[in-house]
C-alpha cells in the first residue's frame, strides 16, 4: 500500500470527488481513479459507493480513512524526525528535468560535496509531473520543476526563469514538420504543442525522445522541430546546425524552481544547493 495511494484516498474524501482532488494533488483524474482502483485491488474491497456521479464511503472506507490519516500523520513525523539528524550525514536524494540538470546543477552539486562531503548525492532525471508526485511520495527530498507549482503539501521556490525558443535545423520549415518532444509529463510539453496549435502547423505529428541529446541532435539533421531553454541550446554540441527563433514571451517564459514538502525541515545540504543556484543565475 503507497502513502500517495492513501493520500490520494484522503483527498478524494476531503474535497468530496475525483475532479476537485486531482486540483488538490495538482495531477489529472485518471491518475486520481487509477491510484483508488488500484488501492480497492489491494484490499479487496470497495472504498466508495457510486451513486449517479457522485461518490460516497463505502464502510471499509469509513475505516481506511481513520488509518490513512494517522499513518500520513506518522509519515510526516518520521520524515522531520529523520531529516533533523541528517544534517551532516546521510541522503539527499534530488530530483530535476534533464535540461535542468545538464545546465544548472553540475556546479550547484559540486558546491554541497564540498561543503558538506558526508552526504550522499543522488540525482533522479524525469518529466516535471513525475517529479512532483515523487516529492508527494516521499521518493525524493527536492526536485527542480518547471512552475509555479501550485499545492497545499509544497513549498516552490523559484530558482531561474527560463526562455524558450523555437529550434530547427538550417534550412528547414518547421511549419512543415513534426514536433519533436520529450515524453508525457514533461512541462515544456504543453507549451510546444499550444504554440504548434496557434500558429497552425500544417502537420501535428509528435515524435517522442527520452533524452535531450536524441531530440536536439534529430532537430540539427532535419527531422523536426522543438521548442528548449535557450540556454541548452546555446551550449548543445548540435547548436552550429541550429536555428533558434523567439516565441511569445506566455510561452517563452518558465518559472524553474525548487519545490519540497512543506513539513520537511530543511536540511543544510538541501540550503546550500539552492542557494548556490540562486547566486550561479541571479
Not at 127 to 153: E, M, N, R, S, Y
Request: proline share 4%.
Amino acid at each position: 500500500m503507497e502513502l500517495v495511494a492513501l493520500r490520494t484516498f484522503q483527498s478524494v474524501v476531503e474535497e468530496g470527488g475525483i475532479l476537485a482532488a486531482s486540483k488538490k494533488l495538482n495531477t489529472v483524474q485518471s491518475n486520481v481513479t487509477g491510484r483508488i482502483r488500484k488501492l480497492e485491488e489491494e484490499l479487496g474491497t470497495e472504498l466508495f459507493l457510486r451513486k449517479g456521479r457522485g461518490l460516497e464511503l463505502a464502510p471499509s472506507g469509513r475505516v481506511l480513512l481513520d488509518y490513512a490519516r494517522r499513518m500520513l500523520q506518522l509519515e510526516q513525523q518520521t520524515t522531520a524526525a529523520v531529516r533533523q539528524v541528517g544534517e551532516s550525514s546521510g541522503e539527499l536524494r534530488i530530483g530535476a528535468m534533464e535540461t535542468f540538470a545538464a545546465l544548472h546543477l553540475p556546479t550547484a552539486l559540486k558546491a554541497v560535496r564540498r561543503e558538506h562531503p558526508r552526504v550522499e548525492l543522488r540525482v533522479f532525471t524525469e518529466p516535471t509531473a513525475v517529479l512532483v508526485d515523487k516529492v508527494l511520495d516521499h521518493k525524493l527530498d527536492c526536485a527542480f520543476v518547471a512552475g509555479p507549482v501550485i499545492h497545499p503539501d509544497l513549498e516552490f521556490s523559484e530558482v531561474v526563469v527560463e526562455e524558450l525558443v523555437q529550434v530547427h535545423a538550417a534550412g528547414s520549415d518547421p511549419v512543415q514538420q513534426p514536433l519533436i518532444l520529450f515524453r508525457e509529463g514533461c512541462a515544456y510539453r504543453a507549451r510546444a504543442l499550444a504554440w504548434q496549435r496557434s500558429i497552425g502547423h500544417a502537420t501535428a505529428d509528435v515524435m517522442e525522445f527520452g533524452t535531450l541529446d536524441g531530440i536536439l541532435g534529430c532537430v540539427s539533421i532535419g527531422l523536426g522541430w522543438t521548442l528548449m531553454p535557450r540556454r541548452v541550446v546555446e551550449q548543445s554540441v548540435h547548436a552550429a546546425a541550429l536555428v533558434i527563433d523567439a516565441v511569445p514571451p506566455e510561452i517563452a517564459r518558465v518559472p524553474t524552481g525548487l519545490i519540497r514538502r512543506r513539513e520537511a525541515s530543511l536540511m543544510a545540504a538541501l540550503r546550500t544547493l539552492g542557494e548556490s543556484l540562486r547566486r550561479r543565475d541571479g
